[in-house]
Nanobody, 120 residues
Framework: QVQLVESGGGSVQSGGSLRLSCAAPGYTSKYACMAWFRQGPGKERERVAHIDGAGIAEYAFSAEGRFTISRDSAGNTTYLQMNSLKPEDTATYYC??????????????WGQGTQVTVSS
């Protein structure tokens, strides 16, 4: 069982920035898929960004140009840098891992979530 621990959430004003972190003690994701999802109030869960085993990142349209997913060189921590935040970015953000080079398919492990609140 892989444990994923998110941190870095909080409350910011519109236009602000936050960086979320996802620590995976004992799990090296350097050549595997990691993703960030979010679920806002009354909304379905949405994949915000993912980075595959080759280091290729893809983003939801809503995140393109504002969010950046990355991971440390050891593959132990995955980040989501969020800039130019908007009130509609308010959600619980979840980190997820898939032990595959590719990000298509189900994710095996999920974090507990971290809350991001953006006020106008």
């Amino acid at each position: 069982q892989v444990q994923l621990v998110e941190s870095g959430g909080g409350s910011v004003q519109s236009g602000g920035s936050l960086r979320l972190s996802c620590a995976a003690p004992g799990y090296t994701s350097k050549y595997a898929c990691m993703a960030w999802f979010r679920q806002g109030p009354g909304k379905e869960r949405e994949r915000v960004a993912h980075i595959d085993g080759a280091g290729i990142a893809e983003y939801a349209f809503s995140a393109e140009g504002r969010f950046t997913i990355s991971r440390d060189s050891a593959g132990n921590t995955t980040y989501l840098q969020m800039n130019s935040l908007k009130p509609e970015d308010t959600a619980t953000y979840y980190c997820a891992a898939r032990p595959s080079l590719y990000c298509s398919g189900d994710f095996n492990w999920w974090g507990q979530g971290t809350q991001v609140t953006v006020s106008s």
